[in-house]
């Protein structure tokens, strides 16, 4: 098993691309500490993953509560003396054009998407710093790289994703340290977060794309598993598009 023993969190894990990765998680071994904010959503995990080798460990966790997450990672830390893999996956979308978009909705994305991620991986970090290793994986977006009509708050959040993991994976490698950050850039993957974009945008952004589909949940999933595992050793730094050939 590929994750054999290894203690990873991962936010927003009870939905969509978090929910496949902590079931594929756990189908290779691994302590899955999933945090999200609902805790039915965390229940339906638990219960969905019973029979895997590896185990899901629910935490009812707002990214955006600095407080919470210094404790809770704390917590975790103690409870199994080590903390491997981090996995930022937790994101919003609250849309709008540049003229109409809400200093409300600018701030809701802000927070979970950018701060949120400064949090986690703030509260984490020391206790990767004190084994000297561990893999932190931070989930941008194509929008983050190209744009996208609509999103001004979106996109500023993942474009600052591509750089805080390029500044992390340099200043957490210092001394020697074998901790690892790369991002994850999705295209258009079929969650909630996507099921209610409109059909001729949907038609539109797959005209573009060489693999003319929309992208599963698992399919992303995988190249986490990847960036988590050790197969990865020699990887950071690095954004890795998961997006069908949408933006090469
Ligand atoms: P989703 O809506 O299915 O899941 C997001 C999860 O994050 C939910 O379980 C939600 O409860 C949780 N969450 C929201 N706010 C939170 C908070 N404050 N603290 C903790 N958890 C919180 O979305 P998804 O499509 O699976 O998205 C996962 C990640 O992938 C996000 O960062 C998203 O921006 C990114 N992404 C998605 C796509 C796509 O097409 N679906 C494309 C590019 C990037």
């Given at each position: 098993?590929?994750?054999q023993?290894?203690v990873?969190?991962?936010?927003?894990?009870?939905?969509?691309?978090?929910?496949?990765?902590?079931?594929?998680?756990a189908k290779?071994?691994?302590?899955v500490?999933?945090?999200?904010?609902?805790?039915?959503?965390?229940?339906?995990?638990?219960?969905?993953?019973?029979?895997?080798?590896?185990?899901?460990?629910?935490?009812?966790?707002?990214?955006?509560?600095?407080?919470?997450?210094?404790?809770?990672?704390?917590?975790i830390?103690?409870?199994?003396?080590?903390?491997?893999?981090?996995?930022?996956?937790a994101?919003?979308?609250?849309?709008?054009?540049?003229?109409?978009?809400?200093?409300?909705?600018?701030?809701?994305?802000?927070?979970v998407?950018?701060?949120?991620?400064?949090?986690?991986t703030?509260?984490?970090?020391?206790?990767?710093?004190?084994?000297?290793?561990?893999?932190i994986?931070?989930?941008?977006?194509?929008?983050?790289i190209?744009?996208?009509i609509?999103?001004?708050?979106?996109?500023?959040?993942?474009g600052?994703v591509?750089?805080m993991?390029?500044?992390?994976?340099?200043?957490?490698?210092?001394?020697?340290?074998?901790?690892?950050?790369?991002?994850?850039?999705?295209?258009?993957?079929?969650?909630?977060?996507?099921?209610k974009?409109?059909?001729?945008?949907?038609?539109?952004?797959l005209?573009?794309?060489?693999?003319?589909?929309?992208?599963?949940?698992?399919?992303?999933?995988?190249?986490?598993?990847?960036?988590?595992?050790?197969?990865?050793?020699?990887?950071?730094?690095?954004?890795?598009?998961?997006?069908?050939?949408?933006?090469?």
């Open positions: 098993m590929r994750l023993g290894k990873c969190i991962i936010t927003g894990a009870a939905s969509g691309i978090g929910r496949a990765a902590s079931l594929l998680f290779e071994g691994a302590v500490c999933a945090c999200d904010v609902s805790q039915q959503a965390l229940d339906k995990l638990v219960e969905e993953a019973k029979d895997l080798p590896g185990s899901i460990d629910p935490y009812v966790l707002d990214v955006t509560n600095r407080e919470q997450v210094f404790k809770t990672v704390d917590e830390a103690n409870k199994y003396g080590k903390i491997d893999v981090l996995v930022n996956n994101g919003i979308t609250r849309d709008a054009l540049l003229v109409k978009m809400s200093e409300q909705d600018w701030n809701a994305v802000i927070n998407n950018l701060t949120g991620v400064f949090n986690m703030q509260a984490v970090a020391p206790h990767m710093m004190k084994t000297q290793k561990g893999s994986i931070n989930t941008s977006s194509v929008v983050g190209y744009g996208n609509g999103q001004t708050n979106y996109a500023a959040t993942k600052g591509i750089a993991t390029k500044t992390w994976a340099k200043e957490l490698a210092r001394k020697g340290a074998q901790i690892r950050v790369n991002a994850v850039a999705p295209g258009f993957i079929r969650t909630p977060m996507t099921e974009v409109p059909e001729k945008v949907i038609e539109a952004v005209s573009r794309t060489p693999l003319a589909r929309m992208g599963e949940p698992e399919e992303v999933a995988y190249v986490y598993l990847f960036l988590a595992s050790d197969e990865s050793s020699y990887i950071t730094g690095q954004v890795i598009g998961v997006d069908g050939g949408l933006t090469f």
